[in-house]
């Protein structure tokens, strides 16, 4: 009896031993699930990155896809009124207003350059012979920047016939060489930026009393999809430009705005 309540002693102390032995402890090699999950982060940075720019990429397609609307002479009218309203009075503002009669037949977007301009101004031709004043021109086409002048100068090829046609943007161009040109010469059309038209009717080199046709390059976008008078500096030129003798010469309606 008693050899046998001892082998069951010894019996269950071996099974106690084996159940209350220690755990091995984790080799470094059990740990290199830890190095898996230092790399996540920077899958979710890359994952991120990628949401981002989809997001953008749905913001442009939004725009390209929304159906263009050609400017009209109210949309120029409400933008003088934002500008201004700041520093003028009600009355001040009302004075700004501009007559229908301002304002030639806008551009439906069906138009080329040279067909619009064929369409605005029938007598061109007899218009320009009729020319003769230096440090001015006929017709003032104002875009956004130096290549969209350049541009546009191409595609008038059909309108201007044989007119002296003369760039009036400041890339690679001094004033002072503008200036002499337009003393030296008669030219008939100008086509430019509104920062550079400013600053020569400032220097006393282009004369804008003998101008009969203002037009905005209105409705062309550039790669952001923006228009002329959507780009902050631009629209402020303009409207300085405006200030500058425009807006009496309408108001004679010696001088007519068109919105291509």
Not at 81 to 88: C, F, I, Q, T
Not at 152 to 165: E, N, Q, W
Not at 198 to 213: A, D, H, I
Not at 228 to 233: T, V
Request: proline share 5%.
């Amino acid at each position: 009896m008693c050899g046998n309540a001892s082998d069951g002693e010894g019996g269950n102390t071996e099974m106690m031993r084996q159940k209350t032995a220690p755990v091995p402890a984790m080799s470094k090699k059990t740990r290199q699930p830890k190095e898996c999950f230092l790399i996540q982060p920077k899958e979710t940075k890359e994952d991120v990155t990628k949401t981002r720019k989809r997001r953008k990429k749905k913001i442009t397609d939004i725009l390209a896809k929304s159906e263009p609307k050609p400017g009209t002479p109210e949309d120029l009218q409400e933008l003088m009124k934002g500008y201004y309203s700041s520093n003028r009075s009600v009355i001040e503002l009302e004075e700004l207003n501009l007559p229908d009669s301002c304002f030639l037949k806008a551009n439906d977007l069906t138009h080329s350059l040279s067909s619009y301009l064929k369409e605005i101004c029938p007598k061109w031709v007899k218009l320009q012979r009729n020319h003769t004043e230096k440090k001015s021109v006929l017709m003032l086409i104002i875009c956004s920047s130096a290549v969209r002048a350049l541009e546009l100068i191409r595609s008038m090829t059909a309108f201007k016939g044989d007119s002296k046609v003369m760039k009036l943007f400041a890339k690679h161009i001094k004033v002072q060489e503008q200036v002499k040109l337009l003393e030296k010469r008669v030219v008939h059309l100008g086509v430019g930026t509104p920062g550079r038209i400013k600053e020569l009717v400032k220097q006393g080199g282009l004369n804008l009393n003998p101008l009969k046709f203002l037009v905005f390059d209105w409705n062309w976008r550039d790669q952001k999809l923006r228009r002329m008078m959507d780009i902050p500096e631009i629209r402020k030129e303009v409207f300085e430009l405006l200030e500058m003798g425009v807006l009496s010469l309408c108001k004679s309606e010696s001088l007519k705005l068109g919105l291509f």
